[in-house]
Nanobody
Framework: VQLQASGGGLVQPGGSLRLSCAASGSAFSRDVMGWYRQAPGKERDLVATITFGGTTNYADSVKGRFTISRDNAKNTVYLQMNSLKPEDTAVYYC?????????WGQGTQVTVSS
């Protein structure tokens, strides 16, 4: 399983970014996909998850600002991030949960700063 994330960058507070993560090497029809993030000096925390059927789950800190979605035909998961805040600055990692194993992408940096 390979995950390729893209879409990070530098954005001003209040701005938006869209992250993408393309998965390959397996079928993902039964798998949860999602995003975590890790800020400097902090643990990796859940941002959002989505099931194959589209059921979503969000961290309280991003509810109402971030939207996770997936394109099952493309094995791709997205994270639309709006109203970004400096505290959203982190490396964002996509993942796929296959059974008891989590597979991780390489991470993409998101920096929110004026």
């Amino acid at each position: 399983v390979q995950l390729q994330a893209s879409g990070g960058g530098l954005v001003q507070p209040g701005g938006s970014l869209r992250l993408s993560c393309a998965a390959s090497g397996s079928a993902f029809s039964r798998d949860v996909m999602g995003w975590y993030r890790q800020a400097p000096g902090k643990e990796r925390d859940l941002v959002a998850t989505i099931t194959f059927g589209g059921t979503t789950n969000y961290a309280d800190s991003v509810k109402g600002r971030f939207t996770i979605s997936r394109d099952n035909a493309k094995n791709t998961v997205y994270l639309q991030m709006n109203s970004l805040k400096p505290e959203d600055t982190a490396v964002y990692y996509c993942y796929v949960k296959k059974g008891s194993i989590n597979y991780w992408g390489q991470g993409t940096q998101v920096t929110v700063s004026s």
